[in-house]
Structures are given as structure tokens and as C-alpha cells.
């Protein structure tokens, strides 16, 4: 019995030890969360493409690039995104719920470099910026 026991033992550990080795080779990949002034610096670099993910329309930052209303549903915008998926993406709604959602969508869609707007165009007029309406 106690050699059944440790057999068991011994099983359980090297499974937990491949799960950890291979969640360590393959770490999850997120947006970066960034502040208005980040997300002014990259709007200013002519290389980011920026998504407005929030509905309804309210608005939208100068450079807005993509209106995304159907922000849960991001794989539906595939021929408006970058064809080359190391392009910076910057996304924001209002307040940075809908915008996280679309950034992990994007993520999952094999882009590497997509930062979520801390706070959204709430943050962005709270800092002085305007919004746009077009």
C-alpha cells in the first residue's frame, strides 16, 4: 500500500512540474495599460493605429483610426486592423472596461504591442485634451 502511495506521489509531482514548466515557456500575453501621457506619446508616432471601442458613439481622439462599435466581436474588424501584427495599437473607449475586452480580443488575434488606455476618454478630458466628433 505505502508503494502505491508513493508512486501516486511521485506522478502527481511531475505533472505538476510539467505544468509549471510549461506555463513558464508560455506566459500569457496582455495589453499594456498606459496613462494619457504614454497614449499622447504613441498618437504622435505616425506607426499606431488607435481603435475607439466605445458604444455608443460619443465621441473619439483626434487619430482615431477605427471606430470599433462591435468592440466584442474585434475578429470582425480583420481587414481594417494591420496586416503586420507587431504594429503599436492604442484602444480606448470611455472608461476602460470595453477597451480591455477588445484588447485581449486583439492579443488573442496575434498582435504584440496593443496598449489599453487607463481610464479612456473620461481620462483623456480630465487631462485637458479634447474629443472630437465626427
Known sequence: MEKRNLIYIV??????????IL?????????????VDKAEELINDENVFVINT?????????GTDLIAEDWE??????NELPEDKSTPILV???????????SQQLIDL???????????MNAWQLKGNDLVIN
Open 11 to 20: 506522478i502527481v509531482v511531475l505533472v505538476l512540474t510539467l505544468a509549471v
Open 23 to 35: 506555463v513558464a515557456r508560455n506566459p500569457r500575453v496582455s495589453s499594456k495599460i498606459i496613462d
Open 54 to 62: 466605445h458604444e455608443p458613439y460619443m465621441g473619439e481622439i483626434e
Open 73 to 78: 466581436n474585434m475578429v470582425s474588424y480583420q
Open 92 to 102: 480606448y473607449c470611455r472608461s476602460g472596461s470595453m477597451s480591455q475586452s477588445a
Open 110 to 120: 496575434g498582435y504584440k504591442n496593443v496598449y489599453d488606455l487607463e481610464g479612456g
